[in-house]
């Protein structure tokens, strides 16, 4: 059933939790209607009460392109369009450089940069046809200060703030925006699977709501004059 009613329609990929979830949360507050992107439908679900509206939810592999065309083609079919993407899907797990086996390179590359780039390749038509569009893309600190443990997770994120640039060189008009934001620490589940409070204090870490503000910052046009940057983010 059509849901197009003239309001704005945001994409948030990895939307089940953390990060993902609260900025769902700001973009229906602020009006858009929302599309939430993951593998967990049970956590979809609890985003989608947490929203307060009814949410249009996928279940869906971002690692695989045919996936993500679909995606967008399911919520061009419903909603009618697509105002604002936010990539935040991703994949971390730690092992040194001895250890990163092939299947751990591809599924970090896979999620963490294949995806965005088929979903932003799937949505340019649509963008440009329109000549606006709002792209985040959520990276990280580590694009450029790597943790050690951290190679597959480092190098994709490093592609995805290459991703940003590209767009910005790209686009044929002013209104297709893009912005690239690194985050430090964020409390997580991804982040406490891999660190314990003695090792990533709680107080070093954002919070997901601090960091969705921050992402509304940038879809209202706050920050445009650094498009194409890697914005850091961390607690000060």
């Given at each position: 059933?059509?849901t197009?009613?003239?309001?704005?329609?945001?994409?948030?990929?990895?939307?089940?939790?953390?990060?993902?979830?609260s900025?769902?949360q700001?973009?229906?507050?602020?009006?858009?209607?929302?599309?939430?992107?993951?593998?967990?439908?049970?956590?979809?679900?609890?985003?989608?009460?947490?929203?307060?509206?009814?949410?249009?939810?996928?279940?869906?592999?971002?690692?695989?392109?045919?996936?993500?065309?679909?995606?967008?083609?399911?919520?061009?079919e419903?909603?009618?369009?697509?105002?604002?993407?936010?990539?935040?899907?991703?994949?971390?797990?730690?092992?040194?450089?001895?250890?990163?086996?092939?299947?751990?390179?591809r599924?970090?590359?896979?999620?963490?940069?294949?995806?965005?780039?088929?979903?932003?390749?799937?949505?340019?038509?649509?963008?440009?046809?329109?000549?606006?569009?709002?792209?985040?893309?959520?990276?990280?600190?580590?694009?450029?200060?790597?943790?050690?443990?951290?190679?597959?997770?480092?190098a994709?994120?490093s592609?995805?703030?290459?991703?940003?640039?590209?767009?910005?060189?790209?686009?044929?008009?002013?209104?297709?925006?893009?912005?690239?934001?690194?985050?430090?620490?964020?409390?997580?589940?991804?982040?406490?699977?891999?660190?314990?409070?003695?090792?990533v204090?709680?107080?070093?870490?954002?919070?997901?709501?601090?960091?969705?503000?921050?992402?509304?910052?940038?879809?209202?046009?706050?920050?445009?004059?650094?498009?194409?940057?890697?914005?850091?983010?961390?607690?000060?």
């Amino acid at each position: 059933m059509s849901t197009k009613d003239g309001r704005p329609v945001a994409l948030v990929t990895g939307g089940g939790s953390g990060v993902g979830a609260s900025c769902a949360q700001h973009l229906a507050k602020a009006g858009h209607r929302i599309a939430l992107v993951g593998r967990t439908r049970a956590r979809l679900e609890e985003t989608d009460r947490l929203i307060g509206t009814d949410s249009q939810r996928i279940i869906a592999d971002l690692s695989r392109p045919e996936e993500c065309r679909s995606v967008v083609r399911e919520v061009l079919e419903v909603q009618g369009r697509v105002d604002v993407l936010v990539n935040n899907a991703g994949f971390a797990t730690q092992a040194g450089i001895s250890e990163t086996s092939e299947e751990l390179m591809r599924t970090a590359l896979d999620t963490n940069l294949l995806g965005p780039m088929c979903l932003i390749s799937e949505l340019w038509d649509h963008f440009t046809e329109r000549g606006t569009g709002c792209v985040v893309n959520i990276s990280s600190l580590a694009s450029s200060d790597p943790f050690p443990g951290f190679l597959a997770y480092a190098a994709s994120k490093s592609g995805l703030d290459s991703l940003g640039r590209s767009i910005i060189a790209e686009r044929p008009v002013p209104g297709i925006r893009a912005f690239t934001i690194n985050l430090a620490a964020v409390e997580t589940d991804m982040l406490r699977s891999m660190f314990d409070h003695a090792v990533v204090p709680p107080e070093a870490c954002l919070q997901p709501v601090e960091v969705a503000d921050f992402v509304m910052e940038c879809i209202r046009g706050m920050h445009d004059e650094r498009q194409g940057e890697s914005i850091v983010l961390m607690r000060s």
